[in-house]
């Protein structure tokens, strides 16, 4: 499985930025897609998933202004930005399968090169 993430930049705050990804290959984990990120010095999180039937969970941190939905037939999940904080500045990483664990390994939990999104204030 790879994942191809795209979209970042440099924006000002309380502006907007929209992520994708395109997934590649087979898994037989669960087909759960979503975002991971990894500011500098800070854990990595997990922002935002969704399930193959549309349910979709997020961090407290990004409730109201971030959604994440998916394109099925082109593999495709996609992170919709707005009012982005410069707390939100950090490399933003697809993943798919189990997502939320500590670690993400395949062959249940799959992840790709990341994204950079920078916020100015």
């Known amino acids: 499985v790879q994942l191809q993430a795209s979209g970042g930049g440099v924006v000002q705050a309380g502006g907007s930025l929209r992520l994708s990804c395109v997934r590649s290959g087979t898994t037989t984990s669960t087909n759960t897609m979503g975002w991971y990120r990894q500011a500098p010095h800070k854990v990595r999180e997990l922002v935002a998933s969704i399930t193959d039937d549309g349910n979709t969970n997020y961090i407290d941190s990004v409730k109201g202004r971030f959604t994440v939905s998916r394109d099925n037939a082109k593999n495709m999940v996609f992170l919709q930005m707005t009012s982005l904080k410069p707390d939100d500045t950090a490399v933003y990483y697809c993943?798919?399968?189990?997502?939320?664990?500590?670690?993400?390994?395949?062959?249940?939990?799959?992840w790709g090169r990341g994204t950079l999104v920078t916020v100015s204030s």
């Open positions: 993943a798919t399968g189990v997502l939320g664990r500590p670690l993400c390994l395949p062959p249940t939990c799959y």
